[in-house]
């Protein structure tokens, strides 16, 4: 931006407090923030090299001249200290006093009562100068602005009305020249000057019988020549004792009016812009204007307290937008050259800063000129977190731990690399130094996959600081399962409903409110009507997790890999003729080889095997007989290693309802088959689903009209199983719309 006056007459301003918040093109609305311009930071020479300066924490700056500036604390004994600080970094301390004022000098002027002091820091030795308002005015005096050496004197005078009056102190030359004729006026306050005019927000009465209401407004003085108060034009009802700033090119207030408080900013030959404040932004003050720039925001007792960061909004732009200038501020002062000094904290460093405009664009030029030596932004200190991560047990809990340099409100992000899945582990309530937290496990509400994972750490304080981040990565680690499509150990169901879609359930691994049951039902894909037999047959392509073989009307034999996210690759046929089988079964390692079989029954009871090879293009060998007599069953199922032997073994339903155990040799034969019980026709199908129950041994799951239950296995081949209710596939004619694997 092209500035149309030089950077030394915009400074003139001197401005003080008011009430803000936001912007708009002619009407801005301030919360909406916009991303800040490039910012500008310059080096620190002359003045600002006392950026060396070290500035109390609990000073704030009250006025600032060419040769240092002002800063007031309090003592241990709660009393007022005031400080000149120079340029060269020495400290010359003030007389106390009950009020310090911004005078945009080199002359530090305290009031206490009726009573006005005037200092040269120029020549801190000199004597001050005492001026007794009482004395020189009347009784009630009260200072009320400065600017320089300049006092703005409040005088009462008959029937509770108020003069302003200019007072400067100079010797035998002392002026005192009355500022404000007569009216209805109950008070002054000197908000803001430039070159000879002053700013003054004056509240007037107006009466009206025996009632009466008062009406603040603006009204500008030439206090140079000492003419007589210029009342704005109609201005409307200003917020009490909200301040203001002018400049050459700019005049600002802050209005109430009914939809609620703004600023409004009138513009040497431009429409007036309407700043509009939110709710949360009523209590902002007008900090300054340097340039084209309008500074604003909410003030707290101290650097850090405030609610608001420091707002910087360009006014020479009709439609622009404001920016954080400042994270947080509390005092702020105008120095003769037009800059303007705030205590607050930028790139989450406290001290003092100098806001200048520097005639070289929009964006105000910040400087630190004193530095508290505190840093908001939160950094982590140490941790405790685990690189790899067992959840092999069920309920497994795992304990991820930091240490932060402050209290601040934490949380840990844990993503799996492969799926992108991740769950976000809050820290807890208090906002501790040292924030826990604990991982059950989930992600996403099902066991978490297998495989590599990052963690992303962020500590978020609660007030003012940058956020504490950090990041590592980590690895979980389970079992496989064989009847697990998403590579995180836990047992899938799928179920084909009649529509032909294919749907998966994954199961938790233990109980849940004494039901075992889904943690989330997922659409796989649909067509699968093409096939008459899906059957889940364990790893048969190389990876950690299940694969799928389906047997279409054709006779036809697919695979089906699964791809360990919960899909599949696009199918393979890996046999055909198989028509001549009525029942297929898999996912039992009958051999003994660490690679799960498959077993066909034809319709002359002949059972056989087809042992599996590890290929996933050319998954099972040339079929042997496994011997006759299998006709006897409607029904067979490869359950895995149900009885602790050396290999898997399979059960077999007999058209009277009951359920052999077919224990595996591990040579591809079996021992003499168990009656384990009746009353199985009550189900459809019988699935070997793996380790349902996280217990290290495989377990039957029966689904049918009537309900589908878990027979979790004993390890006993006498009495291999115990049944347990579940609540899977329990909705509404739900008992026989499944195709279940």
């Not at 340029?87 to 080199?106: N, Y």
């Not at 200092?119 to 009482?134: I, Q």
């Not at 028509?579 to 066909?600: E, F, I, Q």
């Not at 319709?603 to 087809?610: E, F, M, R, V």
Request: hydrophobic fraction near 35%; charged fraction near 20%.
């Amino acid at each position: 931006m092209k500035h149309r006056i030089s950077g030394r007459r915009l400074a003139a301003a001197v401005l003080t407090l008011s009430t803000v918040t936001a912007v708009t093109g002619t009407l801005v609305t301030a919360p909406a923030v916009a991303a800040a311009p490039a910012a500008r930071t310059a080096p620190a020479t002359g003045a600002e090299a006392a950026a060396a300066a070290t500035l109390p924490v609990d000073a704030d700056v009250v006025s600032v001249g060419d040769t240092g500036y002002l800063t007031s604390r309090e003592d241990s004994d709660g009393k007022t200290v005031l400080e000149w600080r120079k340029t060269d970094g020495s400290v010359e301390p003030v007389g106390a006093a009950a009020v310090a004022h911004d005078s945009a000098s080199d002359f530090v002027v305290t009031s206490d009562g009726g009573t006005a002091t005037v200092r040269d820091m120029r020549t801190p030795a000199a004597p001050p100068v005492t001026v007794d308002l009482v004395t020189e005015f009347a009784a009630g005096a009260k200072l009320v602005g400065v600017i320089g050496k300049d006092l703005f004197v409040q005088v009462p005078r008959e029937g509770n009305y108020q003069d302003l009056w200019l007072y400067t102190p100079d010797g035998e030359r002392t002026r005192k020249v009355k500022l404000s004729g007569q009216g209805s006026q109950v008070s002054f306050k000197v908000v803001a000057s430039a070159g000879n005019e002053a700013l003054v927000l004056v509240t007037t009465r107006y009466e009206s019988g025996a009632t009466f209401r008062t009406q603040d407004s603006l009204a500008r003085v030439d206090f140079v020549h000492g003419g007589s108060l210029r009342h704005e034009r109609d201005t409307g009802k200003l917020v009490k004792d909200a301040s203001g700033a002018i400049t050459h090119d700019y005049t600002a207030r802050v209005e109430s009016r009914t939809e609620g408080n703004r600023i409004i900013v009138d513009r040497a030959g431009k429409l007036p812009r309407e700043i509009l404040l939110d709710s949360f932004s009523q209590k902002a003050v007008i900090v300054g204007i340097v340039g084209d720039v309008l500074l604003y925001g909410v003030p707290g007792e101290t650097a850090g307290a405030s609610i608001s960061p420091l707002y910087a909004v360009d006014l020479f732009t009709s439609d622009a937008q404001p920016y954080e200038l400042l994270e947080r501020f509390s005092g702020f002062a105008h120095a003769p050259d037009g800059a303007v000094h705030v205590r607050g904290v930028k790139n989450d460093a406290d001290g003092l800063y100098r806001l200048f405009d520097g005639v070289q664009g929009s964006v105000p030029v910040v400087t630190e000129v004193a530095s508290t030596g505190r840093n908001f932004a939160v950094t982590v200190l140490g941790s405790k977190v685990p690189t790899t991560v067992d959840l092999q047990q069920p309920g497994t809990r795992t304990r991820w731990e930091w240490t932060i340099s402050r209290s601040a409100f934490a949380m840990v992000t844990l993503t799996h690399v492969a799926t992108g899945k991740k769950v976000t582990l809050p820290g807890p309530d208090d906002r501790s130094v040292n924030p826990v937290m604990e991982w059950d496990g989930l992600i996403e509400g099902a066991s978490a996959p297998n495989g590599a994972y990052t963690w992303n750490f962020v500590a978020i304080p609660g007030g003012i600081g940058s956020a504490a981040r950090a990041s590592g990565t980590f690895r979980v680690t389970r079992q496989a399962n064989p009847h697990d499509f998403t590579d995180n150990g836990s047992t899938d169901l799928l179920a084909r409903d009649s529509a032909g879609t294919l749907w998966r359930d994954d199961l938790f691994d233990g109980p849940v409110d004494g039901h075992y049951k889904s943690a989330g039902r997922t659409a796989v894909g649909t067509g699968w009507n093409v096939y008459e037999h899906i059957e889940a047959v364990g790893n048969i392509g190389g990876a950690a997790h299940g694969d799928v073989v389906a047997l279409d009307a054709n006779g036809d034999l697919w695979s089906h890999l699964a791809k360990g996210d919960g899909t599949f690759a696009p199918r393979t046929k890996i046999g055909y003729g198989w028509h001549v089988y009525d029942k297929v079964t898999g996912g039992s390692d009958l051999t003994g080889d660490g690679r799960p079989d498959l077993v066909a029954t034809d319709t002359t009871g002949t059972a056989w095997l087809y042992k599996g090879t590890g290929d996933w293009a050319k998954p099972y060998t040339a079929r042997t007989s496994l011997g006759g007599g299998w006709g006897v069953y409607n029904q067979i199922t490869a359950v895995g290693n149900i009885a602790g032997a050396t290999a898997g073994d399979l059960v077999a339903r007999d058209t009277n309802g009951v359920l052999w155990l077919h224990l595996g040799k591990g040579d591809g034969t079996f021992a003499p088959r168990t009656r384990i019980g009746g009353g199985w026709n009550m189900f459809t199908q019988l699935v070997g689903a793996g380790d349902v129950d996280n217990d290290g041994r495989p377990d039957l799951i029966g689904y049918g009209p009537q309900g589908t239950y878990l027979y979790r296995t004993t390890g006993s081949w006498e009495t291999p199983f115990t049944r347990v209710d579940t609540r899977l596939y329990d909705g509404p004619g739900e008992g026989s719309a499944y195709t279940v694997a």
